[in-house]
């Protein structure tokens, strides 16, 4: 957008440039920022205008842009250029991830190397490596208590490894998503460290208070993520003499972006990794970014505001990469970090479909989709240009945080509905079979969350302990009909390490100290090679879950259907054991699949001639996409066996798609 005043700014700006930024060639710099700098400018007044120093911060902010612009590769320019040709290729039904620690799936980044052709066995084409940057040898919350923004944990590996990691997996056509943390450092970073030394500059960087005075009035309004670890919201520091903001764990210092310094820093990370050959950046913990006394400090306007300055930042510099929300919040207001008001995503192209997930594991509780469907019915309706990250398991617990209102639509009580499915999932409840643990207990309030892998949370670790062969079977099929529902949704896809063979609870990590307190340890396996073998052994539990996997991946590839150009319908059925939407073809509306679930223990009938889908999937013509069998049928009523699902097409049709 052309404006006078800002363009007039812009020029200033380009003048004051150090000298060695004016003279590159900054051809295709200075074309998008023509573009981006009307909002760049306006979001960074809106943010820190009241500053006297706002004018020598916005050159910063340019001069970072610019420099990380002449350090990036021609080959990373030319992937810009291709990616701003091809905007909508993140939305393809061909992209399928992974979630992985780089040391628990394969010891480092060279182990992570040499298993690429493990992965593009399974079909895998994204791999989100999650935290390697430096983190301290003991407290690190999983790697998200970061030390040093801009190097290798050298546990992991090395920044020439991440480079030749980067070019293996360039070669095979696969996506690396990296990890900035962007909320909160470690307390052993730089930062902190000259924090306690006393430098003002560094104190400025994070919330620090000599009184508890400010620190109350937070208190008053915000909530507390890890009550029985790490209670309240602050931490004495005795070094620097103050109270600094601790919103996670009393050693992760959240960052003060009220500071432009803070953001300019931060900015500049994000296209650091860009520039070592990231596709895309999760960022962590997005929901926390700004900070208010009388609020919650979540999800606060602000915290949009610079996600949309990121953004804009980044599509000057660096716009083949994408950016994910790591907004584990409620449903109505995940949908708000794509950006609102707009038609394409203005904040992050894509986002933990968190809502999705937690309905998932209730359905496998209930035995019935009627939270499911109302759940799904209620989340607001997303960006065109802007994707789900669809997944089950990931290294964090399970939070409960479906809507109240939907909880009580489907007649359950919210807090006894609740209590049912933590007995469930911890195996407290009589029926349950699963093994996980609670994490996060509050004992003001009796929420919890929970932690446990999904095999032992959908009763396969018991099975194999009794030898159930039933039992065995029906945990199975559990983890294909769940994968099947990510696959097959609308989005990207995320398995999560050790999923694909059915890697059960670890306890190992009761005997290091460092770890026992944090039950989502035995969810952080490391994989045991020998175990994975056995995907190659036929009847094997391995290779029953690595091939049926294998092979819904494949096929998923070949469904134009399953593209996500927000092309599907969700169905309203009579049967509340089942969970059923169309898939449309994005070019050819006409050509649906019918995506039909049974999470019940016992056979379920769906009722093909009430669809409302122009007579499509009627008289006996249908076709199971996933196994390529014809489904039984019984007067126009499809038979759904226990906890099966299928990807149904018109025979008429299926030549087509």
Same mark, same amino acid.
Request: glycine share 6%; proline share 4%; aromatic share 10%.
């Given at each position: 957008?052309?404006?006078?005043?800002?363009?007039?700014?812009?020029?200033?700006?380009?003048?004051?440039?150090? +000298? @060695?930024?004016?003279?590159?060639?900054?051809?295709?710099?200075?074309?998008?920022? !023509?573009?981006? #700098?009307?909002?760049?400018?306006?979001?960074?007044?809106?943010?820190? !205008?009241?500053?006297?120093? &706002?004018?020598?911060?916005?050159?910063? /902010?340019?001069?970072?842009?610019?420099?990380?612009?002449?350090? $990036?590769?021609?080959?990373?320019?030319?992937?810009?250029?291709?990616?701003?040709?091809?905007?909508?290729?993140?939305?393809?039904? %061909?992209w399928v991830g992974m979630a992985l620690y780089a040391d628990g799936f394969a010891g480092n980044l060279e182990g992570v190397k040499s298993r690429l052709p493990y992965l593009q066995e399974l079909?895998?084409?994204?791999?989100?490596?999650?935290?390697?940057?430096?983190? +301290?040898?003991?407290?690190? =919350?999983?790697?998200?208590?970061v030390s040093n923004f801009r190097d290798i944990d050298p546990r992991v590996g090395t920044l020439d490894e991440l480079d030749q990691l980067t070019d293996s997996m360039r070669k095979r056509e696969m996506l690396l998503t990296l990890d900035v943390v962007v909320n909160h450092t470690s307390d052993e970073h730089e930062w902190a460290r000259r924090a306690r030394a006393g430098e003002q500059k560094y104190q400025d960087y994070f919330?620090?208070?000599?009184?508890?005075?400010?620190?109350?009035?937070?208190? @008053?309004?915000?909530?507390?993520? #890890?009550?029985?670890?790490? +209670?309240?919201?602050?931490?004495? =520091? %005795?070094?620097?003499?103050?109270?600094?903001?601790?919103v996670f764990n009393s050693y992760q210092w959240d960052l003060n972006y009220s500071n432009p310094a803070v953001f300019i820093e931060m900015v500049d990370v994000i296209l650091f990794w860009a520039n070592r050959g990231a596709d895309i950046v999760?960022?962590?913990?997005?929901?926390?970014?700004?900070?208010?006394?009388?609020?919650?400090?979540?999800?606060?306007?602000?915290?949009?505001?610079?996600?949309?300055?990121?953004? =804009?930042?980044?599509?000057?510099?660096?716009?083949?990469?994408? *950016?994910?929300? @790591?907004a584990i919040v409620a449903p109505s207001e995940i949908i708000k970090y794509f950006g609102e008001d707009a038609v394409i995503a203005k904040e992050c192209e894509i986002a933990y479909n968190a809502t999705f997930m937690a309905l998932l594991w209730d359905a496998v509780a209930t035995k019935n989709a009627k939270l499911l469907n109302q759940g799904i019915r209620s989340l607001p309706g997303k960006l065109d240009r802007a994707t789900w990250l669809n997944y089950i398991r990931c290294h964090d617990d399970i939070g409960l945080g479906f809507d109240n209102a939907d909880?009580?639509?489907?007649?359950y009580e919210p807090v006894a509905h609740r209590r049912?499915?933590?007995?469930?999932?911890?195996?407290?409840?009589?029926?349950?079979?699963?093994?996980?643990?609670?994490?996060?207990?509050?004992?003001?309030?009796? =929420?919890?969350?929970?932690?446990?892998? /999904?095999?032992?949370?959908?009763?396969?670790?018991?099975?194999?302990?009794?030898?159930?062969?039933?039992?065995?079977?029906?945990?199975?099929?559990?983890?294909?009909l769940l994968h099947s529902m990510i696959l097959s949704f609308g989005g990207i896809p995320l398995l999560y390490y050790g999923d694909e063979i059915g890697t059960l609870n670890d306890g190992t990590f009761l005997q290091d100290e460092r770890k026992a307190r944090d039950n989502r340890w035995m969810h952080r396996p490391r994989i045991d090679w020998e175990k994975a073998e056995k995907r190659h052994e036929h009847g094997a539990? %391995?290779? $029953?879950?690595?091939?049926?996997?294998?092979?819904?991946?494949?096929?998923?590839?070949?469904?134009?259907?399953?593209?996500?150009?927000?092309? $599907?319908?969700?169905?309203?059925?009579?049967? %509340?054991?089942?969970?059923? *939407?169309?898939?449309?073809? +994005?070019?050819?509306?006409?050509?649906?699949?019918?995506?039909?679930?049974?999470?019940?223990?016992?056979?379920?009938?769906?009722?093909?001639?009430?669809?409302?889908?122009?007579?499509?999937?009627?008289? !006996?013509?249908?076709?199971?996409?996933?196994?390529?069998?014809?489904?039984?049928?019984?007067?126009?009523?499809?038979?759904?066996?226990?906890?099966? &699902?299928?990807?149904?097409?018109?025979?008429?049709?299926?030549?087509?798609?």
């Open positions: 957008m052309y404006e006078q005043v800002s363009h007039s700014l812009l020029n200033d700006i380009l003048d004051r440039l150090k +000298p @060695e930024i004016q003279r590159s060639d900054l051809r295709h710099f200075y074309t998008r920022l !023509g573009a981006n #700098f009307y909002a760049i400018h306006s979001l960074f007044h809106y943010l820190y !205008g009241q500053r006297e120093d &706002f004018d020598e911060q916005m050159v910063k /902010l340019v001069e970072v842009m610019a420099s990380r612009y002449i350090k $990036r590769s021609s080959e990373l320019e030319e992937r810009d250029k291709s990616r701003e040709r091809n905007y909508n290729w993140f939305l393809s039904q %061909e079909g895998v084409n994204l791999v989100h490596i999650m935290p390697m940057m430096t983190c +301290p040898v003991g407290a690190s =919350d999983g790697g998200y208590a919330y620090t208070f000599s009184s508890r005075d400010v620190p109350d009035m937070f208190e @008053e309004s915000m909530p507390e993520i #890890f009550p029985e670890t790490s +209670p309240g919201n602050f931490t004495w =520091d %005795e070094e620097m003499g103050k109270w600094v903001m601790t999760r960022l962590d913990a997005v929901a926390f970014l700004w900070k208010k006394i009388g609020t919650s400090c979540q999800n606060l306007q602000e915290a949009h505001l610079i996600l949309q300055l990121m953004k =804009d930042c980044c599509q000057v510099t660096a716009p083949g990469l994408l *950016f994910i929300a @790591e909880i009580q639509h489907v007649n049912f499915l933590l007995d469930y999932f911890t195996g407290k409840y009589k029926d349950s079979d699963a093994r996980g643990q609670p994490f996060g207990s509050n004992l003001k309030t009796g =929420d919890a969350r929970i932690s446990g892998a /999904l095999a032992s949370l959908v009763g396969l670790e018991a099975a194999l302990e009794s030898q159930d062969d039933a039992a065995i079977d029906r945990a199975v099929k559990l983890i294909l539990v %391995e290779n $029953r879950i690595f091939e049926g996997l294998r092979k819904l991946i494949a096929v998923r590839k070949t469904i134009p259907a399953f593209a996500d150009f927000n092309n $599907r319908e969700l169905l309203t059925v009579d049967n %509340e054991h089942l969970f059923a *939407f169309l898939r449309s073809h +994005p070019q050819k509306p006409g050509e649906t699949v019918l995506v039909v679930g049974n999470f019940d223990s016992h056979p379920q009938h769906l009722d093909l001639s009430n669809l409302g889908n122009r007579g499509q999937f009627q008289y !006996g013509q249908v076709q199971d996409l996933a196994s390529g069998e014809s489904p039984s049928m019984f007067n126009n009523q499809l038979v759904v066996p226990p906890f099966r &699902f299928y990807w149904l097409t018109d025979q008429r049709m299926a030549g087509l798609l």
